[in-house]
C-alpha cells in the first residue's frame, strides 16, 4: 500500500442492514452468468454480482474494463448476449428502466433552454401546471442553475451541462441512479456539487451506482465498490475495506496509481 | 444585342411599373409553391422522422425509395397528375385538371418526397445523439418523433427551403396539370416559357429577374437562420 492518510469516510446516514424484504427493493440488482459479446470478443463476463437496495456502489475499473456496458447492461439500454439481470425480483426491462435513470459520461441536452430541457420530462409526470412549474424551479435550485432558466441549454459550461442532466434525472424521480462517470473532466466545484447532490438522492433511498476511474472520488462516495477490470468483477466488497486491503493485485495497483494492464 | 438590352429596360420597367399581370404570376406561383410546400411539409417531415425513429424491417428499401424519388423528372409527375386527373382518370370526378389545386397536387408529389429524404438526412444525426438518453428516459416513439423535429427546426427549414426551391422552379409538371391558362394557372416558369417561344423577351426576363431573386433571398434566408442557430448552438 502507498502510504496516504488514513482515509475517514464522511458522516453517512446509516441505512441498517438488509432485511430480507429489501431483495424485493427496486434497488437490489442481482446478476448471473452476465455476458456480452461483440464481434466474437467478450466485452462483459460477470458470474454473479448482487447490490444493496439502497446503498451507493462504486464501479471503478481501468479504461476499457466495460464499467460503461455494464451501466447499460444494468440499465436495460443493451441486451446481455446471455444470462439475467433482475432488480428487485423483476427481470430488467422497459418495466424496470422507467424507474431508473442515468447521466451519461457526456451530457445529451435537448436544443431548448435549460427550463424546456426540465419541462420535457416533468410534461410527462401527473400533476398541475403549478406544481410542475414549482418542482422545476426547486430541482433548478437545487443543481444551482435557478438563475439560467431561460438560456440556451447548449450554451452551459461542461459543469452546468451535467447538473443539468442530474437534475433533469432527478425531475423522473428515479428508484434508482445509473452514472457514467458524470463528472469526468469537470471543474472541481461542479464535481463537488454533483457528489453532494448523489449523496443527497441517495439519503432519501435512492440506489446510487456511480461509473469512476478517480479513487478519491470513489472514497468519498462509495458503500461498495465493484472493481472492473477486462470486463470481468475483481472485487465487489465493501469501501472500507475495499480501500484498505485490497485483495488481488490489480486492485492494489489501480489504487496505488500503477497501470494496470 | 440591341434586343438584349431593350429587353433589361422593359423588364425593370414592368417591375418598377408594378405591372399588374406580371404580379398576378407573381401571386399565383408563391401561392401555389408555398401551398404545395405546407403539405410536404406536413407529409414529409413526419415520414422522415419516423424513418429515423422505427427501425422496421425493409427501412433501408424504403430509405432507397424514397431518395430515388428526390429524383423524379417534374413532367413525369405532371404526367402521372394529369392521368389521374383526367376526366377518364380516377379522380377525374373532381375535375381538378387545369385548376391550381391540381398544380399543388403536382407539387407536392414532387417535393415532398424531397422534404422526407433530406429531413431524415437531418433528424438522423440528431436521433444518433438523443437515441439512448430518450430510451433511458422511456420516450415513446410519438413523443421521440416530435421531439426530433422541434429540436432540428433550424436544419428542417432548410430541408423547407431547398423544397421551396425546387417547386417554384419547376416548370415540367404545372405545364402539363396546370395547361398554363392566362389568368388562372400560369405561373412565373409556364410564362416565362411561353413568353420567350412568343417573343416577348421583357416579359420574359422581368418574371426571371423575380423568380431569381426570390431564390437567392430563400437561400440568404436559409444561411441567416443558420447563424443564429449556431449563435444558440442548436445547429
Redesign the interface.
Known amino acids: 500500500m502507498p502510504d496516504t492518510v488514513p482515509f475517514a469516510p464522511p458522516d453517512k446516514p446509516d441505512k441498517g442492514p438488509p432485511t430480507p424484504r429489501d431483495r424485493l427493493l427496486p434497488g437490489a440488482l442481482r446478476l448471473d452468468r452476465l455476458t456480452l459479446q461483440v464481434a466474437g470478443k467478450t466485452l462483459v463476463d460477470i458470474e454473479k454480482l448482487e447490490l444493496e437496495p439502497r446503498s451507493v456502489t462504486v464501479v471503478m475499473g481501468p479504461n476499457g474494463a466495460g464499467k460503461s456496458l455494464f451501466l447499460r447492461l444494468v440499465h436495460g439500454l443493451i441486451p446481455p448476449s446471455s444470462g439475467w439481470v433482475s432488480w428487485g425480483e423483476v427481470a430488467c426491462g422497459e418495466a424496470t428502466r422507467s424507474t431508473q435513470a442515468m447521466v451519461f459520461q457526456k451530457p445529451v441536452l435537448l436544443r431548448r433552454s435549460v427550463a424546456a430541457n426540465l419541462d420535457f420530462v416533468l410534461r410527462r409526470r401527473a400533476g398541475s401546471r403549478a406544481e410542475r412549474r414549482a418542482r422545476r424551479d426547486e430541482l433548478l435550485a437545487r443543481v444551482g442553475l435557478a438563475g439560467q432558466a431561460e438560456q440556451p441549454a447548449r450554451l452551459l459550461s461542461g459543469g452546468e451541462q451535467q447538473r443539468l442532466a442530474l437534475a433533469r434525472a432527478l425531475a423522473t424521480l428515479p428508484k434508482v441512479l445509473l452514472l457514467d462517470e458524470p463528472t469526468a473532466s469537470l471543474d472541481p466545484a461542479s464535481v463537488q456539487m454533483i457528489e453532494q447532490i448523489v449523496l443527497a438522492a441517495s439519503a432519501e433511498d435512492t440506489k446510487v451506482i456511480f461509473v469512476t476511474h478517480d479513487v478519491g472520488q470513489a472514497r468519498r462516495l462509495a458503500d461498495d465498490v465493484a472493481f472492473l477490470h477486462h470486463g470481468r468483477l475483481i472485487e465487489h466488497r465493501p469501501a472500507a475495506i475495499f480501500f484498505t486491503s485490497p485483495a488481488s493485485e490489480a486492485v492494489d495497483a489501480y489504487l496505488a496509481g500503477r497501470i494496470v494492464l | 444585342m440591341q434586343d438584349f438590352s431593350a429587353a433589361f429596360g422593359l423588364a425593370f420597367g414592368l417591375i418598377a411599373s408594378g405591372d399588374a399581370d406580371l404580379f398576378e404570376i407573381v401571386g399565383l406561383s408563391m401561392r401555389v409553391s408555398l401551398t404545395a410546400l405546407l403539405l410536404s411539409c406536413l407529409i414529409g417531415f413526419p415520414i422522415g422522422a419516423l424513418l429515423v425513429v422505427r427501425k422496421f424491417f425493409g427501412r433501408g428499401i424504403v430509405i432507397a425509395l424514397v431518395n430515388s424519388m428526390m429524383g423524379f423528372p417534374p413532367v413525369v409527375i405532371g404526367l402521372l397528375v394529369y392521368l389521374a386527373l383526367s376526366r377518364a382518370g380516377p379522380l377525374g370526378w373532381l375535375g381538378l385538371l387545369y385548376s391550381p389545386a391540381a398544380m399543388i397536387i403536382a407539387q407536392t408529389l414532387l417535393i415532398a418526397p424531397i422534404v422526407a429524404a433530406l429531413s431524415r438526412q437531418v433528424l438522423e444525426a440528431l436521433q444518433a445523439?438523443?437515441d439512448?438518453?430518450f430510451?433511458?428516459?422511456?420516450v415513446s416513439r410519438g413523443?421521440a418523433m416530435l421531439?426530433l423535429i422541434?429540436?432540428g427546426r433550424y436544419g428542417l427549414v432548410t430541408v423547407a427551403l431547398a423544397g421551396f426551391g425546387r417547386a417554384v422552379a419547376e416548370v415540367g409538371a404545372v405545364i402539363i396539370v396546370g395547361g398554363n391558362i392566362e389568368h388562372l394557372t400560369r405561373v412565373m416558369t409556364t410564362a416565362i416559357a411561353l413568353e420567350t417561344s412568343k417573343g416577348d423577351l421583357g416579359m420574359a426576363l422581368a418574371l426571371g429577374i423575380i423568380l431569381m431573386s426570390i431564390a437567392v433571398s430563400v437561400n440568404l434566408g436559409a444561411s441567416a437562420l443558420r447563424a443564429i442557430a449556431e449563435r444558440?448552438?442548436?445547429a
Open positions: 445523439e438523443y439512448e438518453q430510451r433511458s428516459l422511456g413523443s421531439a422541434v429540436d444558440q448552438a442548436y
